[in-house]
Structure formats: C-alpha cells, structure tokens
C-alpha cells in the first residue's frame, strides 16, 4: 500500500518517526581545519585520535538503545542507521584524511523539510561520506513513499581554500575568537557552498540558519536556491567562540516561544520576525555541569539540545535538572532521558535524533 512516510515541517509537531543514532566504531579523527578550529584550546582531545575506547561505545549504544525504547513506547517509530566502515580514511582527487568519524549525530547530516530528506554537504572532510550510513533508510522511504524526495546537496571539494589558515593554529585564544565571531570571521571561506543540517531550525515556511564554523553564506544561498518555497534566514550569534550547529543555541519549543542560549543571544537587528509575530525568546537555564564529559567536542550547553516530541512534551537530558524546572515552569511535560555518556559522540537529544514524520503541514508562523 502506498503511504506517506517522510513528512516533517518544523522542531515541535507530533512526532511520530524517527531516527536515532548509533555510536558504533565512532572515531575521533585525525587533525583537519575545520574540526580542530571546534577543539577548544584547553580540551582533553586535543592531538588525540584513534577508534573511540569500546567501553565508551557500549555504554553510548546502551544510552541510545534506551532512547529508542523509550521513544517506541510512546509511539514513535525508531529506525536506526547501518553503521560503515569509519576507520577507513576518507580520499578523494582533493584531500585525505586517515580517518572518519561515525554514525553520530544523525541531525548533522540529514535536513527533513516536508517530503525531502536533504543530505548536506557537511564541511569537516572526516564527514564527506557519512550519508552512507543513512542510505539503506533513504531507499526504504523511497521504495515505501512515492512522495519521498530524497536529495542530496553538491559535495564540496574542501581543499584548503575551504578553510582560513589564521584558524589551524591551537593559540588563538577566546578573546580573538570573540571578536572574529562578532566579525563573522569563521574557519571556513565562501570557496564553496557549505553546510551542516543542524545549522538549520525548521519552522514551517521559514528556515532559520546559523552562518559559523560549518556553514557559510554560499550554503546558505544553495538553501535559499533549494527551497524556493522557503524563506530563508541568516542568523549568527556573536556570543560563541565555536559556532558550530544551531541546536545548543537556539531551540524552538512551540509556536510563539524559543528558548536562547543566554551566553549566545539573538543580536536585536536579527529579532524582527520574531518579535513582529508575538514569538517569546527566552534565555535557557543554567547547565547542570561546569565541564563536558570527557572526549567531547560540544559544550556543557548540550542542557538545551532538547527534542521536543509535541508542543506540550519535550525530552530532557535526565541530569540536567535546571533545565528540566524551566520546562515544567514554561508549561511543558518533562520526558527524562539519560543520555550524557554519549554527549562526546556528537551530541544530545535532538543532535542523535533525525525527523521522519512529524504530523502537521508547512504553516506560515510569520506572516
Ligand atoms: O555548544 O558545543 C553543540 C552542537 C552539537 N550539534 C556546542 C554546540
């Protein structure tokens, strides 16, 4: 019977398929631009790489075992991922790397909007093949979905004119790396259209996307191109030393209210459509930690990387206890989710998460 498989328009409506995560031969990789410009300077994984101890992959599966449980239970579908080869190097005419990275997080590399699933270009070069993963799942909604558009965005040839070379060095310190943010001077160059998908925050009509580390303008550009339907905006937040990814920054809960990362908020020439349109932003809680796990690449404000499972239900890292009471206050039931011992694999709860279905069509919050 033919059925609609791939449907998703936003971060809040019912969420009824998804895809989570596996931490399986999960690597830290080599040194390359892009990736060692997010290393902060005083992290244990500097000038570390190699597969990822088993002790720590087990540990991460059992986590994201859970979660897909925990998920199934309350009626969502879960699929998962079919891990490749990461400890192979990655090689093409332009660039090799000795090795890959893995298949964390889902949400990094896969867009949803509407019946598309978009495969981004990613920026690191350790990422270049990691849609692979993701293939087997993308031909089974082809074959179940007539409606499913799986695409897949250019592959960028991220030589070095990709990246800036005053970012490969590992002394630059915050106060520098402030100022380049509010400059808007990141690692990667407009050689090429570059993004990864948790730049970008669905919200019916309009695509929000965050211009840093791994997305530049021309991405951005290729998006506004992609989805002419869309309207496409630019945003950056000068507070992040190492903006990669929208998703511990800025996180929608449900029509007309975003929680904002206070050490990374929305400049006010940025605020207009929300504002305009009655949306509260409201700063996120505290973390629960002062340091992240270690081995990780993200910052402790992973607390806000929520996935929200419909407007009134959001799933919470389970430690993180003051954003969990911000939740309850904001009027939100709190699903608990424990998942910090897989945080260095790349990420929380909406970063090992991709949407598959979510109910809902694509309405204009904006007007
Ligand atoms: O705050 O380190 C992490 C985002 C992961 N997708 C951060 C950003």
């Not at 800036?164 to 509010?182: F, M, N, T």
């Not at 459509?273 to 992240?292: L, R």
Request: net charge negative.
């Amino acid at each position: 019977m033919q059925k609609t498989v791939v449907n998703s328009w936003n971060e809040w409506d019912p969420l009824k398929h998804v895809i989570v995560g596996r931490a399986d031969d999960c690597h830290i990789p080599p040194e390359e631009p892009a990736l060692d410009a997010k290393v902060p300077e005083d992290s244990d994984m500097r000038g570390q790489w190699g597969r990822r101890p088993q002790e720590t992959i087990d540990r991460a599966n059992e986590l994201l075992d859970n979660f897909a449980v925990l998920l199934e239970k309350r009626g969502v579908r879960v699929d998962r991922p079919t891990p490749i080869d990461h400890a192979l190097p990655v090689t093409t005419p332009d660039f090799n790397t000795d090795s890959q990275f893995g298949c964390m997080p889902p949400r990094d590399v896969l867009l949803t909007v509407g019946s598309e699933m978009l495969e981004a270009t990613m920026s690191y070069r350790c990422r270049w093949f990691e849609y692979l993963n993701y293939r087997p799942l993308m031909q089974k909604y082809f074959d179940e979905d007539p409606n499913f558009r799986h695409e897949s965005a250019p592959k960028p040839r991220l030589t070095d004119a990709d990246y800036h070379p005053d970012y490969l060095s590992d002394k630059i310190g915050v106060e520098k790396r402030l100022q380049w943010a509010a400059e808007k001077f990141f690692v990667t160059t407009e050689e090429e259209p570059l993004f990864d998908a948790a730049d970008v925050l669905r919200f019916g009509r309009d695509l929000v996307v965050q211009h840093g580390f791994t997305t530049n303008l021309k991405g951005i550009e290729w998006l506004r191109r992609h989805f002419p339907d869309h309207r496409v905006h630019t945003v950056n937040f000068p507070g992040d030393p190492y903006p990669i990814h929208i998703d511990a920054t800025f996180t929608p809960l449900r029509p007309g209210l975003i929680l904002n990362n206070p050490q990374r908020r929305l400049p006010e020439d940025q605020r207009g459509m929300f504002e305009a349109n009655d949306w509260e932003i409201v700063d996120a809680a505290q973390p629960a930690h002062n340091t992240p796990p270690p081995l990780c690449y993200s910052s402790t404000w992973l607390s806000m990387n929520v996935l929200v499972l419909d407007p009134k239900t959001v799933c919470v890292e389970k430690s993180e206890v003051y954003q969990a009471e911000q939740m309850d206050k904001l009027g939100m039931e709190v699903v608990e989710v424990e998942l910090r011992d897989a945080y260095a694999f790349g990420g929380g709860l909406h970063c090992c998460t991709a949407d598959v279905y979510r109910e809902g069509g694509c309405e204009d919050y904006f007007p």
